[in-house]
């Protein structure tokens, strides 16, 4: 991942992976061990989020590829099998603005 935010009072941890790819394996473990390391007392009482961000021209065709350590993330809500469909894919121009 390339950017981890944490909205303490809402409770919400979103991690952010940037690529130019059309594919992007998800490795949980690392978001699990980050997620750790941030020591969270009710694991159970947060969210977590994994937003990937591509560039617009491939957005239709982005895939999430492999997952590695399927249900790394099940005491925080993600049910094993199903963290393909729990990431977000977003779009942007990433050419400079101004």
């Known amino acids: 991942y390339d950017a981890v935010l944490v909205d303490w009072g809402a409770r919400l941890v979103c991690f952010v992976?940037?690529?130019r790819g059309t594919t992007h394996d998800l490795?949980?473990?690392?978001?699990?061990?980050c997620l750790?390391?941030?020591?969270?007392?009710?694991?159970d009482q947060w969210t977590v989020e994994?937003?990937?961000?591509v560039p617009k021209d491939k957005?239709?065709?982005?895939k999430v590829g492999n997952v590695e350590n399927e249900g790394a993330l099940?005491?925080?809500?993600w049910?094993?099998?199903e963290e393909k469909s729990r990431v977000c894919v977003v779009g942007i121009d990433p050419k400079p603005q101004g």
Do not use: H, M, N, P
């Open 17 to 19: 992976q940037v690529t």
């Open 27 to 33: 490795k949980l473990r690392y978001f699990s061990d």
């Open 36 to 43: 750790e390391q941030l020591s969270f007392g009710d694991a």
């Open 50 to 53: 994994i937003a990937f961000v």
């Open 59 to 62: 957005l239709e065709a982005f």
């Open 74 to 77: 099940s005491k925080y809500g």
């Open 79 to 81: 049910g094993r099998g």
